[in-house]
């Protein structure tokens, strides 16, 4: 079974600097990864996802994610973040259910803080 | 375009009770999952229904059930309600099982008392 590990829990930073989210999946074999936001109180919002092809993937909100195989990541980047960036912010793993399809396996989230 | 909608928004049970939460899916999307977040934690995939059959279960006992109806709306059940069910339950839909997108609801908050 897949397994996802986002490596920082909490990550602030000053608006404007660039951040960096950290994720890393456990299989080597085929795989889609995502990126989803949480705002407080709210649902998941998608980000951007890898399906295949380039291993860098544009997302909404100027986030972009490098898909790196032999590293097994998935790192997620913003070059200059917003006071509304503040959220918390899932990585998650495709896991093979029955019938071809699939369901997603999260990391514990990286809550991000954007200080003015 | 509807997005996913959950209802009710809140609510709170006391242990031993039962709950139904409800998920309207995404207008042409056929496959629905639920997932439970509880606090501090990513969601955990609980089942998902595809054409009104269940299509998949995560680690959960079997007090979780659920419904797909003919319109692919869900209802996610849960009987015996114990203290460590309270968390926030999230529906997903998607176009088909094998499509790779998923659209989530904003959640209901079930607190067990």
Known sequence: AQSV???DSQVPVFEEAPVE?????????????FWYVQYPNQGLQLLLKYLSGSTLVKGINGFE?????SQTSFHLRKPSVHISDTAEYFCAVSDPIQGGSEK????KGTKLTVNP | ETGVTQSPTHLIKTRGQQV??????QSGHNTVSWYQQALGQGPQFIFQYYREEENGRGNFPPRFSGLQFPNYSSELNVNALELDDSALYLCASRRDR???????GPGTRLTVT
């Open chain 1, 104 to 107: 997603l396996v999260f990391g």
């Open chain 1, 21 to 33: 989210l950290r994720c890393n999946y456990s299989s080597s074999v085929s795989v889609y990864l």
């Open chain 2, 20 to 25: 139904t939460l409800r998920c309207s899916s």
């Open chain 1, 65 to 69: 994610a490098e898909f790196n195989k």
């Open chain 2, 98 to 104: 094998g499509t790779s997108e998923q659209y989530f």
């Open chain 1, 5 to 7: 590990t986002q490596l």
